[in-house]
């Protein structure tokens, strides 16, 4: 009797563990669908990288290598599973002086503490090349969030440095062209102020000359006979030897130094100027006014001005051109 009342239980319990094995099946076939799915992404991805140009890696948060792309082989000569089994990427490959930045750098990012994202370094390969490479990070989580560690790539930027400083070195070349420029043209200029200034010491000592010179004469018509002798003696010494005159080859040259080709470019473009019209091109040139070209040249300004007038029939510049705007650019 206690048999045949169990029966209709022990029927329910198969039919509860049927069903129960029933769900199990299904979770289980959705779960090898989600794992085949899964390992299919992770083969994909890592396929991926495996043919990335540039070189991938991934450390997990104790700092070790989880992965490392094949393309490593190219940058450093090295085989992923070589640098896999290394001691430290560190001690395997970093330029010695650059190893306590990248430390730092690596050691922070994989503590989540590194602000700035990539940098620069030098590495040793393989064969004992130096190269130039960047490495960039960042992290890697889960679908939960969970943090899985960082993923670094590094890319050979040695082309790109060895550019830079090319241009670096360009850029101080100009600079000290530049500056060599500036130093030239401070020189010239001073030498222009010293020769201007020569001249125009020379034009008032020869204008005070000659007004000595006549001041003496009319004294002379006045004084006696005795007296008139004496002035006429320092007379003759004045007109003989004060005035002071000009070696023009000495003006000439460095007048060319201060303005270079000036006096060729003015003998080919005017031909029949004599060398009176010369020197007074060359004094306008440096910016003399009449009366002081009239001290040069022992002659009254009045002199002078007539003087330039035919210089402009002769050079054919017309009246609406100043002569010296035309003389300060050729």
């Known amino acids: ?34 794992h085949s799915e899964e390992s299919n992404k992770l083969d994909f991805y890592k396929l991926i990288a495996d043919y990335a140009y540039s070189w991938e890696l ?17 940058l450093t000569g090295f085989t992923s599973n070589q640098i896999m089994a ?22 922070q990012s994989i503590r989540q503490a590194q602000m700035n994202q990539s940098l620069d370094f030098r590495m040793l390969t393989r064969t004992k090349q130096l190269r130039w490479c960047m490495i960039n990070v960042r992290g890697v989580y889960d679908r939960k969030g969970k943090y899985l560690g960082i993923r670094a790539s590094i890319q050979d930027i040695s082309r790109l440095k060895r550019a830079m400083g090319q241009i670096q070195e360009m850029g101080a070349m100009k600079e000290a062209e530049d500056r060599n420029r500036q130093r030239l043209q401070s020189q010239l200029n001073a030498k222009d102020r010293d020769l201007v200034s020569f001249l125009l010491q020379l034009s008032h000592k020869n204008e005070l000359i000659s007004t000595l010179a006549n001041r003496l004469k ?14 006429n003696h320092l007379l003759e010494v004045l007109e003989n030897n004060s005035r002071s005159q000009i070696e023009w080859p000495l003006i000439e040259s460095q007048l060319d130094q201060i303005y270079p080709g000036f ?49 402009r029939k002769k050079m054919k510049i017309t009246g609406k051109i100043r002569l010296t705007d035309y003389l300060a650019q050729l």
């Open 1 to 34: 009797m206690d048999n045949a009342e169990n029966i209709p239980n022990l029927k329910e319990r198969i039919r509860e563990l049927e069903k129960r094995v029933s769900d199990l099946k299904f979770d289980l076939k959705e779960i090898k669908s989600i």
């Open 58 to 74: 991934w450390f997990s948060p104790a700092g070790n290598i989880h992965y490392c792309s094949p393309s490593c082989f190219d």
């Open 218 to 231: 009319d004294i002379e018509t006045d004084q006696p006979e005795k007296c008139r002798k004496q002035l």
């Open 86 to 107: 290394a001691e430290g990427l560190s001690e395997l490959l970093v330029y010695e002086p650059d190893k306590p930045k990248f430390m730092e750098f690596l050691e």
């Open 263 to 311: 006096m060729n470019r003015l003998q080919m473009k005017h031909p029949t100027l004599t060398i009176r019209d010369k020197k007074l091109c060359a004094y306008l040139k440096l910016g003399l006014s009449s009366k002081e070209i009239s001290g040069l040249q022992n002659i009254t300004s009045k002199s002078v001005e007539i003087s330039r007038i035919r210089l």
